[in-house]
């Protein structure tokens, strides 16, 4: 799905968002931003603003709290992805998922109920990232086979 497509078919008012990044995903970041904004997406930002050395979990974890507390989705942006959906996954109410392509963002949500998606800043290229973010937000999870899956996932 192309972000056209994507404007014309969902409305997202009132929807709202954890974000968070590290010094890696600044270009990413300026640019999700507006374009969330522009969507009346409302953001809790959890994320760094400057190009200075971070450490992810920082970052991470407050997300994490936030979209467990709220009970809404987050994106969190890194170099590689790995660092902040380790960090995500260690929540008990946390499914997060990296994502590269759209196709990739919306099986998450489809059928694993992703509710984090964790985006490779150095290797996706900001249109594309758009497109999994819009793919990941518009998508619903399927349920059925799925849930007694997605069940099974949180250690007791």
């Not at 409305?11 to 010094?23: G, K, S, V, Y």
Request: proline content about 4%.
């Amino acid at each position: 799905m192309c972000i056209g497509e994507w404007k014309t078919r969902v409305q997202l008012a009132d929807m709202r968002i954890h974000l968070a990044n590290d010094h890696a995903a600044g270009d990413l970041r300026a640019a999700l931003l507006p374009w969330l904004r522009e969507r009346n997406i409302d953001i809790i930002d959890h994320g760094t603003t400057d190009g200075s050395s971070v450490d992810y979990p920082d970052h991470a974890h407050p997300l994490a709290e936030g979209v467990s507390k709220d009970g809404v989705k987050g994106i969190l942006i890194c170099g590689s992805a790995n660092g902040v959906a380790m960090t995500a996954n260690k929540h008990p109410d946390i499914r997060a998922a990296i994502a590269w392509r759209p196709d990739i963002a919306r099986l998450a949500r489809e059928h694993n109920d992703a509710n984090v998606l964790c985006l490779p800043a150095r290797f996706l290229a900001i249109p594309d990232a758009l497109d999994c973010v819009a793919s990941f937000l518009d998508t619903a999870f399927e349920g059925g086979r799925h849930a007694r899956r997605v069940e099974k996932i949180a250690c007791s």
